[in-house]
């Protein structure tokens, strides 16, 4: 009964490797998010989609790729990992905009 | 200059005090401010949020607004050590085709001491 939900909650890898982190609400909130937040706890909006649509996208590289196969999921992919990658990603959803649910974060680690 | 910005603390009071936490922001066309409490390892949490001029309460919570001055701050009433937690200040970037971009300021530590 988990409002938002991401999988992995932890993420170990090497760098190079391409890896995925899912995230699903069952809210029915039309609009999604990625966020980074860095070692420094600072939280940044990477993406926004709504009704499977993009709405933002920051100046993320695009070794980052967001997915959404429905308004209930959406999925980060990302290529070539890098050290910097390190960080917790947290996915949000929101349906008043700017009202935004977080789901747990994956902390992510990239060796 | 920085868009949002919170003193990074910590911030200590002691049990039963009142906590007062401060955020300025640079772009005068925000127009939704909120507060999320993050507890460490966990996830931020939306704890109040106010969109007009003057001051919003929720419980022990009271969010402060003031436009001209650009600034936003968040009353915590009768603090307890379960307060304990890094408050986010967060602003709506304006401008069209920016649907629920929030501009997070890098939080201030409070520490509620028994």
């Known amino acids: 009964d988990t409002a938002v939900s991401q999988t992995p909650k932890y993420l170990v890898t090497q760098m190079g490797n391409d890896k995925s982190i899912k995230c699903e609400q069952n809210?029915?909130?039309?609009?999604m998010y990625w966020y980074k937040q860095d070692s420094k706890k600072f939280l940044k909006i990477m993406f926004s989609?709504?009704?499977?649509?993009?709405?933002i996208n920051e100046t993320v590289p695009n070794r980052f790729s967001p997915k959404s196969p429905d308004k209930a999921h959406l999925n980060l992919h990302i290529n070539s990992l890098e050290l910097g990658d390190s960080a917790v990603y947290f996915c949000?959803?929101?349906?008043?905009?700017?009202?935004?649910?977080f789901g747990p974060g994956t902390r992510l680690t990239v060796l | 200059q920085k868009e949002v910005e919170q003193n990074s603390g910590p911030l200590s009071v002691p049990e039963g005090a009142i906590a007062s936490l401060n955020c300025t922001y640079s772009?005068?066309?925000?127009?939704?401010f909120f507060w999320y409490r993050q507890y460490s390892g966990k996830s931020p949490e939306l704890i109040m949020f106010?969109?007009?001029?003057g001051d919003k309460e929720d419980g022990r919570f009271t969010a402060q607004l003031n436009k001209a001055s650009q600034y936003v701050s968040l009353l915590i009433r009768d603090s307890q050590p379960s307060d304990s937690a890094t408050y986010l200040c967060?602003?709506?970037?304006?401008?069209?085709?920016?649907?629920?971009?929030?501009?997070f300021g890098k939080g201030t530590k409070l520490s509620v001491k028994p």
């Open positions: 949000a959803s929101s349906t008043v905009p700017n009202e935004q649910f």
């Open positions: 809210l029915g909130h039309d609009t």
């Open positions: 989609y709504n009704n499977k649509e993009l709405i």
């Open positions: 772009d005068r066309g925000s127009q939704s």
């Open positions: 106010i969109y007009s001029n």
């Open positions: 967060a602003v709506t970037r304006p401008g069209g085709g920016s649907q629920g971009n929030l501009i």
